[in-house]
């Protein structure tokens, strides 16, 4: 296992720079779908792939983006939250935003807030029952 340190210049990732980067991905965008994700190549899921370390051709995919929000930007952790169509891998969206802005990224955390007509603020809460 290699782990590498990458030095990131705080002044390089301004607010205006990250929102420029998010503007320039709305609509529809063509990108690679992740290795870890059931999309199948040959009959079998990708993911299956990436688990035996075997590097295989993903698929590209296109992906509709409607909008972006930045909420926060702690170097190194950048917080959007999008608008997305159907389909549309969050995770291919934040190497894309990566490789915008000239470096390795990652999604470390995801949360729907909505689909369709389903959002998460008038979601229930259920709480166990005593068996």
Known sequence: KITRQIEIEPSKFSE????????EMTGILK????IYSA???DG??????ARKG??????????????SKLIGLEIPNIKVEYDVGSGTYI???????????GVPAVLS??????IGDFKVED???IHKSSY
């Open 31 to 34: 990108l690679p779908v992740p």
């Open 123 to 125: 979601a229930q809460e």
């Open 91 to 101: 995770r291919s969206l934040a190497v894309e935003l990566g490789r915008r802005l």
């Open 16 to 23: 205006e720079v990250v929102q420029d980067a998010l503007s």
């Open 44 to 49: 079998k899921p990708l993911y299956s792939y």
């Open 54 to 67: 075997l590097v295989v051709d993903v698929p590209v995919k296109e992906m509709e983006v409607m909008g």
């Open 39 to 41: 999309i199948k190549k």
């Open 109 to 114: 955390d995801l949360r729907r807030k909505s």
